[in-house]
């Protein structure tokens, strides 16, 4: 792994005039989860900066070393996407500039091979992301060059909504109904770049590097299609809670890392879906949520939570992360995120409220779980909806609330499609008889959450 960083980080920067060494200044324009060129806000803005615009992307050491799986599809996807946009680049005779390392060495080195004047990006509000830009807008202020971050991966941000007493939301209708109201006021503004790209600087640089200059391998998994399917949208709230049917976007993984704009989502939930719009909704107040409880990744938005006394019996997991609990619906959730990445979002919910309820495995197990896994993983609603099926989060679900798996595959996949998919030998005797039973597991979890907040 850091053997093919430093290989890739040696090779040379092929151009077809001489960058560095003209009276010419320069501004990077740096991509993170905004891959793509079109309706980029930073992209945007420093097209008409004045200045010729380098854009680049870093594979950051500090986020690949701590990527366990070496066949991690999300680098997968993350390569594939890049190639395309490097190749979008290319059509306008410029190119995508792809390096390795930690972002704020890699920056300092380009301030100092380049007449550098300013750095662009997209604001990225999770707590590593802050830090890491916090860290190199230090270095470059200390250089004199300027580093600049736009809204891009959201409608509104950090402070922009908030209740009549200046501070967050912690309830997602009232702030859903304050969202609504506040986009009637201020619209929706796009940034198109197609007829500002005679700012980007006309080079060539060296080949992208592989998944195996990565230190990865690909699993040549089909990623969803990055165009909106109106029809789903149009049929959302009729179809959205049955997982044998085609009835959700799956466009979460191109919001992620931005292949797709946020703004024409928006633009065409409005248009289709009300039902639809909320859940788009709930992404952003999941990230305000991160962005001003940044503690909640790793402990209760509700403090009294974290007295639970978890079981986190280590066999019961290893079951449940199989798809061998004996629950059909459980199990079909969980065999489908590891074969394909994805879990629908009713059954995400029957599987992690099992985890936590009945099984009362801490729902931080659980998060981390699906976070090496989703392909759409974000981590502001990956913890946001673990804290939502434990009860332990802002406008949680209750404690007391225990779905029934059995009751649930009843009512979202009546005839089985969804669960003899996944479960071919369900019925027989190589399925699992259920792990525990559901009656005891339920009133075990009241009593345990019940000591919890009586402390």
Not at 44 to 65: E, R
Not at 180 to 185: D, V
Not at 247 to 264: A, D, E, P, V
Not at 338 to 344: A, D, N, Q, R, V
Request: proline share 4%.
């Amino acid at each position: 792994m850091l053997a093919a960083g430093f290989r890739i980080s040696r090779l040379s920067i092929k151009m077809n005039q001489n960058i560095g060494h003209t009276s010419d200044s320069y501004a990077i324009f740096w991509h993170r989860r905004d891959l793509r060129m079109n309706d980029n806000t930073g992209l945007h803005h420093a097209l008409l900066s004045g200045l010729k615009v380098i854009p680049l992307f870093i594979f950051d050491t500090d986020i690949l070393s701590k990527i366990d799986d070496r066949g991690d599809a999300r680098v997968e996807f993350i390569v594939k996407q890049l190639d395309q946009l490097r190749q979008a680049y290319q059509r306008y005779g410029g190119d995508l500039l792809l390096k390795i390392g930690k972002p704020v060495r890699v920056l300092d080195e380009l301030q100092e091979q380049f007449n550098l004047k300013a750095i662009y990006t997209n604001t990225d509000y999770e707590p590593y992301a802050r830090q890491r830009d916090q860290e190199v807008a230090d270095m470059l202020k200390s250089k004199g060059v300027g580093f600049q971050s736009f809204k891009d991966q959201v409608i509104f941000e950090k402070d922009e909504i908030l209740k009549s007493d200046g501070s967050p939301y912690t309830v997602f209708t009232p702030y859903m109904k304050k969202w609504k109201e506040k986009l009637l006021t201020t619209g929706i503004r796009r940034y198109p770049t197609e007829n500002l790209m005679q700012a980007i600087i006309h080079a060539r640089f060296d080949p992208s590097p592989s998944l195996a200059d990565l230190g990865f391998y690909g699993l040549n998994l089909k990623f969803p299609d990055p165009k909106l399917d109106r029809r789903i949208i149009f049929n959302y709230e009729k179809n959205r809670d049955y997982p044998a049917l085609d009835g959700t976007s799956r466009l979460g993984i191109h919001l992620r890392f931005g292949t797709l704009s946020i703004r024409f989502l928006v633009e065409e939930a409005e248009r289709l879906s009300q039902l639809w719009l909320n859940e788009l909704i709930w992404r952003e107040f999941f990230m305000q949520i991160l962005y001003h409880f940044p503690h909640t990744v790793y402990k209760a938005f509700k403090p009294a939570f974290d007295n639970i006394r978890w079981l986190n019996d280590e066999h019961l997991f290893e079951a449940w992360r199989r798809g061998q609990t004996g629950y059909p619906m459980v199990d079909a959730g969980l065999r489908e995120l590891l074969s394909t990445g994805f879990m629908h979002n009713r059954v995400r919910m029957v599987v992690a409220s099992f985890l936590c309820k009945h099984l009362l495995t801490d729902w931080r197990i659980g998060e981390a779980w699906f976070a090496s896994q989703l392909l759409d993983f974000e981590q502001a609603s990956n913890v946001g909806n673990w804290q939502w099926a434990a009860g332990s989060g802002c406008d949680a679900a209750p404690y007391f609330r225990v779905f029934n798996p059995s009751l649930q595959a009843e009512r979202f996949d009546p005839q089985e499609k969804y669960i003899r998919k996944w479960i071919p030998e369900l019925g027989t005797s190589d399925y699992p008889k259920p792990v525990v039973d559901h009656d005891f597991a339920r009133k075990r979890a009241i009593e345990a959450y019940k000591k919890a907040l009586s402390v």
